[in-house]
């Protein structure tokens, strides 16, 4: 087994796989730029070092740097996470040239996979359903524009090395498609450092239904069953949940062979999720392989009781897997909400600042796997994701219930963040009722505002101001007042003069 | 007791006084009775009428942030932001209508060049953040009267971009 992993990733997923290493008694090396000195995954980790400056390409997507990171500390493995340089053959392939163990799936598999057009060419010889597409990268945008008049509107424009939303662009009609390529192309390039995009048929209101599998270095290949994650926004999951409403246990081990088949296929292994499109009629497409290990791993986690870092770091070390298919059940019913720096109530802006309070729920059932302190700062410069809330219950009802107590207990503070959003969401009619698509925040929240403010909650807030500035009175005086004391209208200073018994309230 | 807060431009006044060992907030139309509990640094429980309403109150700078029934209120200082609302209702939808950046990020395009007329919604500029790309529109119809920034610079919330001449 290893005894050091060089963790290639920041905020929660750097979290997550620092405790999972430390769990399994190896220690964690984190890197980070010049934005992140401060971030919660440099301080978990055992050793930190840093990468360079602030944007991602100079620093998580550098590979000589993380490459030269993993020699000075002495790593002898690489976990990506996702995203960044997660699903990028060339980094796997030079990991493996160098004797480092990346953990994550052989570099040739993963090219074949990562370059989404060759993948579906690959899985229809193997038998797998397709969507219809282009089956070659755009060249150009009349390329585009010739495939889409026969694929018919709605096209969805892709990027080849995508994954996580970016560079997605959905064209209802031939005047949008050339400004929806070049943006496509724009954010690919940003986001992965390619931008070929190609374009495929969008269907309408499809279930997004992905499979979880495990295979070993000698062959052997297990699925963890599905995870439903219908609940998008701008083509980024949300919410995610397992199992999936719509899945009878037929459908079910059909879709798990299938996804079996389809990483054998591509000569894959370690952890990957095969994703498919399932519409109203029960017929799945293979969509895509998703060659890392998932944001919404833990649902999988909370239902199967498998560790995923853990199975990764196994097979990257050698080991055969343990796990027989037979053995795997689905227990209980798990949900997962993604927590972004984004206003919901102002068009989902980004919301980059300082945290100045937190509160994480906990309890029976709960997870909370968090890349943020309090007091912390959230730099510009990354994805907005801040956080993963997690609810597990014996079904899918309670686990509904407890999310949503979750989310009450959740505080962040100073910036703002989707958590009211999502506590909507999962409190809608048809998300309790199942009937979840990909079209489902578009028909039901757009432009959602979160309603009016009812007084009787304004009037708490406005109270609960009061009373902590009667709290502060009685407390010797602190710098923040001291700013305004020629302002004598305003209690921040005449309170000052207020003498009341320590934190009591007896002045009054 | 008496304070002031200023809450969406408005200034919100709350008396408190204590009964029967019990606190009552009076503020506009309304008042609100209730025992009230410190359980933990920003952390406030609010009981009354048999239900128990947990509250957060953060101070941030000037700012009081605080988390009450789901929402989010930030309260301000009376005086710094009379100015504020005096500038905001003098503000016509007529004259040099300056375009801000609305978070931090960094100008990737430039949609439009000084002297062409927009239209109201029309994409002046792209401004990425946190990996995604986001439209900034002109608020008004008239004329682009002066770009402020250069394509991939990084620019802070607030920070004007564009100027727009709204039409007459």
Redesign the interface.
Known sequence: MFKKILVANRGEIAVRVIKGCREMGIGAVAVYSEADRDSLHVWLADEAVAIGPPPAVESYLNMGRIIAAARASGAEAIHPGYGFLAENAEFAALCEKEGLVFIGPNSAAMELVGDKVRARRTMEKAGIPIIPGMPAVAKTVADCEAAAKSLGYPVIVKASAGGGG?GMRVVHEAGELAPAVE?GM??AK??FGDDSVYLEKYLEEPRHVEVQVLADNFGRTVHLFERECSIQR?HQKIVEETPSTALTPALRAKMGETAVKAIQAAGYNNAGTVEFLLDRDGRFYFLEVNARLQVEHPVTEMTTGVDLVRQQILIAAGEPLSLRQEDLRQRGHAIECRIY?EDPR?NF????G?V??L?EPKGPGVRCDSGIYGGWEVP?????ILAKLIAWAEDRELACRRLTAAL?DY?I??I?TTI?FL?EVVNHPEFRAGRTTTAFIKKHFDGWG?GE???????????????????RAGRPREG?AR??QK?V????TTLGRWRIGG?G?DG? | ?????L?DDEV?T?T???KDGA?V?R??E???T?E?R?VSE???L?VSGGRS?R????????R??????????V?A???RGAGRRERREGKAREGVWPVKA????KV??LCVAEGEAVRENQALAIV???????MILSEVEGVVKKILVTVGELVDAERPLIEVEAKA
């Not at chain 1, 802006?349 to 980059?352: D, E, F, I």
């Not at chain 2, 007791?1 to 807060?5: L, V």
């Not at chain 2, 509250?55 to 000037?62: L, W, Y």
């Open positions: 970016k943006a724009r954010e940003s986001a701008r720096a102002h802006l980004p919301s980059a300082k100045v309070v509160r510009v410069h990354y994805d907005p009450d505080v503070l100073g703002r009211g506590r979160g403010v009812h007084d009787d909650t304004r009037r708490l807030a406005l109270a609960a101001a009061a009373f902590d500035e009667l709290m923040a700013g305004s302002d209208a305003t209690p921040w934190a309230l009054i | 007791m008496e304070f002031k807060f809450l919100r709350v408190v006084e204590r606190l907030f503020e506009g309304g008042s609100l209730a009230v410190s920003n952390e406030l609010f309403r509250v957060f109150v953060a101070r941030d700078g000037k009081k942030i605080v988390l009450a029934g789901g929402r989010e209120f309260l200082e009376p005086d609305p978070m931090p990020g990737i395009k990425e953040a946190m990996k995604m790309e986001n």
